[in-house]
């Protein structure tokens, strides 16, 4: 405990330089962890979206880079059918809109006799019937920030549809949609007969072997579709792979900076002392105890960096996920474990940041640094 009361002392020496290295790390862990939770949160509510309507399995254009821009026949479904162990297929028109009001909504055309339309969870109204062509479903994120109910009114690219009911979804994606039947969303955004993509129901989603296979058979009889489990829409989503891409990078930067604060900190710190780290020399201190005594100064300062930084990192993703543009098109992902990654991260920062000063300390010849001023 003694020991460490040397470094502790030390970093006290000088108070606002400490301050401001910590604080620029802090703020460095803090980004860190904001881009790495948006990239997980924006995957995890895709799959969470299919996963609470009970889809095992997607269908989607081949050359499709994003979701959106993909394009099908929607009697593609017929051929999909007809394959050993699937129970129901569905296509899904999906389109992105963006209201008057500034709001971005996600449309979806479902149809009529859809599987989907059974997993349907309602707060309030009905379900859509076959001849409801003017009507919509809504979630409750779309419902609080226009402020309607069931029986008010929603206009949409210059036509009025009746909101039927309010759904009541657990994942965060499918309470920011608005759902048709896929005949009126078709007509509405000029696609007539097509289909974003196709969801699929297996009869033994359980069975890992069988459903290989069936996602086998499926990509080879239909070539220009590629079809993907539910858990692995993140994984080859080309805009998320990207978006993973530049969060790595971005955050690969920001610790980069963060290495520097601790190492330009510690070598002014190194330099100030090289009298006090000669007559450490001289009384007979290794050279291993002065590394480890610089060392411990850069862990110090990594540990409370880590700590404010995720306090800080948690907080502005809270203000971030309520920002109207993106509120309901992720779900935010922090937990334990994230940061206990941070943590050795930081760590590692910190010693790496200090193995220099610490180094450059112990080169000192005693009788100089005795003789510094």
Known sequence: MKFLNIPLRNLKRRPLRTAFTIIGISIAVSSVI????????????????????????????????????????ENLKTKIKSVQGVKNVSGEL???????????????????????WSTVNLKEGDLLKPGDSNKVLIGQTVSRKLNVKTGDSITMLNKIFIVNGILAPAGTMNNSVVIFHLETLQKLINKKKKVTEFHIQLNQPDDLKKVNEIQSELNKS????????TKEVGEKNDVLIIFKNITWTTSL??????????????????????KEIGILN?????????????????????????????????????????????????????SDYMFLEILLVTLFLGIVGSL??????????????????
Do not use: C
């Not at 389109?95 to 006799?113: A, D, E, M, T």
């Not at 930067?253 to 090289?274: D, G, H, K, P, Q």
């Not at 411990?296 to 996920?321: D, N, R």
């Open 34 to 73: 904001l881009l790495i939770s948006m990239s997980r949160g924006i995957e995890k509510a895709w799959v969470n979206s299919l996963t609470e309507r009970n889809v095992h399995m997607l269908g989607l254009g081949n050359e499709t880079i994003e979701i959106l821009t993909s394009t099908l026949d």
């Open 94 to 116: 999906i389109n992105l809109l963006r209201l008057k009001q500034g709001i971005h909504l996600i449309q979806r055309g479902w149809p009529k006799n859809s599987f989907l």
């Open 222 to 229: 239909l070539q220009n579709i590629v079809f993907m489990q």
């Open 253 to 274: 930067i920001s610790l980069i900076v963060a290495l520097f604060f601790i190492l330009n900190t510690l070598l002014m710190s190194v330099s100030e002392r090289t």
């Open 282 to 334: 001289a009384l007979g201190w290794s050279r291993n105890k002065i590394i480890i005594m610089i060392i411990t100064e850069g862990i110090i300062i990594s540990i409370i960096a880590s700590i404010f930084g995720y306090i800080l990192g948690v907080i502005s993703l809270k203000w971030l996920v309520q920002l109207p543009r993106l509120d309901g098109f992720f779900e935010p992902e922090v």
């Open 356 to 373: 220099y000063p610490a180094l450059k300390a112990v080169r000192l010849n005693p009788v100089d640094a005795l003789n510094q001023e």
